[in-house]
């Protein structure tokens, strides 16, 4: 299990944390001729091997980054813009059926690395899930129901305010889980809802409206189930 975490942390660095836009970008234009798309492949075969913490487990590495680059190319090759939300979801789970492939097939489980102990990277995974990887889900899969108003609206608020509300508020979420105060994602979510309240009331637009609910909703629900799972798993070391 705590391969498989590591694995899954050089996953969420290598594909979200440490791949700025414009390695997307230039991938989706050029696609197998893109620089950024074998320095990527190389960083996630590194992450792996770097967090794996065994030199047996090289190889493993290098296979992930492989399959990883070929996973890569066919969303490249036949991706679409209308397309792209089914195709970043087959994308992830087939880079996860890797990882699971990978953790069952590495026979040596004796997997340690420095001073760092099995809570530290189950934490470090977890919270570093329901920030931008979260984010980056969330955007895709609701971008097909973005209505035009919100765009309209824009110029009132913070530069990228809405991401970082986001992120925060899934940190909480977790925070609170993992502290026993459930009651608090409860006030949370209120007092989110109660400063929402005004602009949906000022924008008198239905489609706005239940378009920040459905990204709300699928914010708390990625957080409660991501701090329900850290939970259990942190328990289990005890």
């Excluded at 590194?46 to 493993?60: C, D, K, R, T």
């Excluded at 637009?205 to 850290?230: C, H, N, P, Q, W």
Aim: glycine content about 6%.
């Amino acid at each position: 299990m705590i391969l498989f975490i590591k694995l899954l942390l050089a996953h969420l660095l290598g594909d979200f944390i440490w791949q700025p836009n414009s390695w997307v970008a230039h991938k989706e234009a050029h696609k197998h001729k893109s620089i950024y798309l074998y320095l990527h492949i190389l960083l996630h075969g590194i992450l792996a091997a770097v967090l794996a913490g065994e030199i047996s487990f090289i190889p493993y590495a290098v296979l992930i980054a492989v399959t990883h680059g070929i996973i890569d190319l066919i969303k490249l090759h036949f991706q679409k813009n209308k397309n792209k939300r089914t195709w970043f979801v087959v994308d992830q789970i087939a880079h996860l059926l890797i990882l699971i492939g990978i953790t069952l097939l590495y026979e040596n489980e004796n997997i340690d690395f420095l001073w760092f102990d099995n809570r530290f990277w189950i934490l470090l995974t977890g919270i570093l899930l329901v920030t931008k990887p979260a984010s980056i889900f969330i955007k895709t899969i609701i971008s097909i129901w973005s209505p035009e108003s919100q765009n309209s609206h824009q110029d009132n608020s913070l530069a990228s305010a809405g991401n970082y509300i986001g992120i925060l508020e899934r940190l909480l979420t977790v925070c609170f889980i993992l502290t026993g105060h459930f009651e608090a994602i409860g006030f949370l979510l209120a007092a989110k809802s109660i400063f929402r309240f005004g602009d949906l009331k000022e924008a008198k637009d239905r489609k706005l409206t239940e378009y920040v609910m459905i990204g709300t909703l699928i914010s708390f629900g990625i957080a409660i189930i991501t701090g329900l799972i850290l939970q259990a798993l942190l328990l289990q070391l005890f």
